[in-house]
């Protein structure tokens, strides 16, 4: 094999701007459960992250992609390389930041933990999908398994001796997860015997791990129909005990992209030999243990989606600083004109800026769910004050917007990415045409994001009573209330004010048409409602960081430092004057709810 290249970028100013400059991280650190650590600690971790993508993960990226994955004898082979980096991965301890230091993890802060994650994903998106799933599988089991499920499993899958993997897909029941028809009946010993197929397996097999842990969810005979028959079951490829436990590859995808990682379709029990054991001693909990992994899960989704698109956009601007192509606008007239790089055409750095911003934006929203999540860890898990509502009620209102959002949005700056390369974009030769495969995965597994878009609608708004919501159009509220008349930023927030006062009439709407049963065009509004306050929410936390870049920049700055407050500000500003305008002509279109979808024929839209 030739000598694999990195072609993956990150800005780790950005980073510790957010976690120590706009979030405050440092207000948890040093204390507990985080008395480990400090600020300067969490930036060299990152740091040391960093490197490692760059000199392990980031070179296998194309090799993953070239390569893929195969089937064997039954068993799953991952590329050249991949065998290797899970175990420097895992004697390095990135992959387990933040789990408790009971099953071998250093318990970072999740923000720590989130932002390695982002430049683990960016640098190598298939091959970090195993790790994560793993740890997803394992924190599973350590919170609703039993001791001895605990002292069996969890260290082990959080160590990389053990993969992990959910398993909820079937092929008739997809999102209709309730449709699953997998079954476990009771044996004497109060172990399961499985059977059944999953589908769509990420890391279902593979060649890097002595075991892998499956979480299924299946339905125990005389269970009730839908989600609430549902239970889950740890079903290890290869028996603790040891000997094969009947689980079966029967397939591996063949796919656009994240070529490197194992789609697996799995049959569990196809010589009556599978057994699983409940997780915990309930039944019947299959959907809200499997919750917690599928919350985890979806944050993920989001953290690639940025860390793609990131790579994407920083690849590009170096292209663009490189690639020389016609003259100045100014000298369009003069054939003999010199040629200049394609960053000093307006309409490249309008593409430039736009990508950044939106890169920026994913980022800011994904790191104000973590800082939550810690500012919750910091306060205690009994404590029960307002406090603690507030931040795990943003948690839960955040968590469909960086999933739906951040995916749709990584696919759109790849391709704006590609475009920006020109004819070059298409090419292997550059890293963003595999941006653009791997990235369109996103927005449809782990939830559709019109299943996020449902939930947000059908769940997350009312929790509460609306008191999410309410605290979150609030803390917008308060902005631009505090901002209105900032010398740089006032017609900036304006048409945040504008954007906001759509959002909360939009959340009004959908209360009337709930009151007056008119589901239909809630599931017809829901995906727009989702962007307008994800571009709320970006805007907001965007032009927050522009105010205190503009404060940065008026000390004595070098000039990297006066640089990095200068884009940080000008990203602020683009994104409100550009994209948070999008808001109010939504706000319109959603009230006036075109029923065309639904008045149309079966027939009408073409032959059969």
């Not at 089991?141 to 260290?155: L, R, S």
């Not at 430092?561 to 939504?586: H, L, Q, R, T, W």
Request: proline share 4%; aromatic share 8%; glycine share 10%.
């Amino acid at each position: 094999m030739a000598q694999p290249i990195n072609r993956y970028k990150a800005d780790l100013r950005d980073f510790n701007f957010l976690m120590f400059e706009q979030f405050g991280l440092q207000d948890v650190l040093g204390k507990d459960p985080f008395s480990d650590w400090d600020q300067a600690t969490c930036s060299e971790v990152l740091s040391q992250v960093y490197k490692f993508a760059q000199e392990v993960t980031g070179p296998l990226n194309r090799v993953g992609d070239a390569q893929g994955c195969r089937l064997e004898d039954g068993k799953v082979f991952v590329p050249e390389g991949f065998k290797q980096a899970w175990d420097k991965l895992y004697e390095a301890g990135w992959r387990t930041l933040g789990a408790p230091a009971e099953f071998g993890g250093m318990a970072s802060p999740v923000t720590l933990a989130v932002l390695s994650d982002e430049l683990l994903s960016g640098s190598n998106t298939a091959f970090n999908m195993y790790p994560g799933l793993s740890l997803g599988a394992a924190e599973v089991i350590a919170e609703f398994g039993t001791d001895e499920q605990k002292k069996t499993y969890v260290e082990k899958m959080m160590n990389g001796t053990w993969g992990g993997t959910m398993c909820l897909s079937e092929p008739h029941a997809g999102s209709d997860v309730g449709s699953s028809t997998t079954s476990a009946t009771p044996l004497e010993d109060g172990r399961y015997k499985i059977k059944g197929t999953k589908i769509y397996i990420s890391g279902g097999d593979h060649d890097m791990a002595d075991n892998i842990v499956h979480l299924v969810l299946a339905r125990i005979e005389g269970a009730v129909p839908g989600t609430k028959g549902l239970s889950l079951f740890i079903v290890p490829k290869v028996k603790p005990e040891g000997g094969s436990n009947d689980v079966q590859v029967a397939s591996i995808e063949h796919k656009m992209g994240i070529n490197g990682s194992a789609t697996c379709v799995l049959n569990f029990g196809e010589d009556d030999d599978c057994v699983g054991e409940l997780v915990g001693t309930v039944e019947h909990q299959g959907m809200r243990q499997m919750f917690k992994m599928m919350n985890f899960a979806r944050i993920g989704v989001g953290i690639q989606g940025l860390a793609v698109a990131s790579s994407a956009y920083l690849n590009t601007l170096e292209y663009a600083r490189d690639r020389k192509q016609g003259s100045s606008i100014e000298d369009w007239k003069d054939p003999s004109a010199p040629r200049v790089t394609i960053l000093n055409h307006p309409n490249i750095r309008r593409d430039l800026l736009e990508m950044k911003s939106k890169v920026e934006g994913m980022r800011a929203l994904i790191t104000k769910l973590a800082v939550h999540q810690d500012r919750l860890k910091a306060l205690g898990e009994d404590d029960e004050s307002e406090t603690a509502a507030y931040h795990h009620g943003q948690i839960n209102l955040l968590t469909p917007l960086v999933k739906a959002y951040c995916s749709d949005e990584a696919f759109q700056v790849c391709e704006r990415a590609i475009q920006t390369y020109g004819g070059a974009g298409y090419l292997k030769d550059w890293p963003v045409e595999q941006y653009a495969r791997d990235s369109k995965i996103f927005s449809i597994y782990e939830g559709t994001n019109a299943i996020q878009a449902l939930d947000l609608v059908g769940r997350k708004l009312g929790q509460g009573g609306g008191k999410n919501t309410q605290a979150f159009l609030g803390d917008v509220q308060k902005f631009i209330k505090e901002h209105a008349e900032h010398p740089e930023l006032k017609d900036a927030v304006a048409r945040l004010q504008k954007a906001h006062e759509a959002v909360g009439g939009s959340v009004m709407q959908f209360l009337g048409w709930f009151q007056g049963g008119k589901m239909p065009n809630i599931v017809l509004t829901a995906e727009r409602f989702l962007h307008m306050m994800s571009k709320l929410a970006i805007g907001w936390l965007l032009l927050e960081g522009a105010s205190i870049a503009i404060e940065k920049l008026k000390g004595d700055l070098s000039e990297p430092e006066k640089a990095f407050y200068e884009g940080k500000k000008f990203s602020g500003i683009y994104y409100a004057m550009n994209i948070v305008p999008e808001v109010i002509g939504d706000a319109k279109t959603l009230k006036a709810c075109d029923e065309s979808p639904l008045a149309i024929s079966d027939a009408a839209f073409g032959p059969e």
